[in-house]
């Protein structure tokens, strides 16, 4: 059974920087794309960045240049970068993992940008 636990959201102002964590178990950590997304009240689910097994990354034009992904293998874990942060950043951030056709969603966790 895949289990994504987040960790690092939080409360900043405008112009900080966070750094979100995902660690995943019960899949092959290496074989994944991981990615993050996140959903504000009202909004639906956006896409914010992804990495592949490769490193390749991918990311939307809202969030290039300030956020940054990457992944640690030896350790099962995602990292989100969160830097020149916005009020419009605020939502509660979703990591993924996709592995084989199949996604995988962590419980979410908030990050809060105060203007």
């Known amino acids: 059974q895949v289990r994504l636990v987040e960790s690092g959201g939080g409360l900043v102002q405008a112009g900080g920087s966070l750094r979100l964590s995902c660690v995943a178990s019960?899949?092959?950590?290496?074989?994944?794309?991981m990615g993050w997304y996140r959903q504000a009240p009202g909004n639906q689910r956006e896409f914010v960045a992804q990495?592949?097994?490769?490193?390749?990354?991918n990311y939307p034009d809202s969030v290039k240049g300030r956020f940054t992904i990457s992944r640690d293998d030896s350790k099962n874990t995602v990292y989100l970068q969160m830097d020149s942060l916005k009020p419009e950043d605020t939502a509660v951030y979703y990591c993924?993992?996709?592995?084989?056709?199949?996604?995988?969603w962590g419980q979410g966790i908030q990050v809060t940008v105060s203007s």
């Open positions: 993924t993992a996709l592995l084989q056709l199949s996604r995988s």
């Open positions: 990495i592949g097994s490769d490193r390749s990354t």
């Open positions: 019960g899949m092959r950590f290496s074989a994944a794309a």
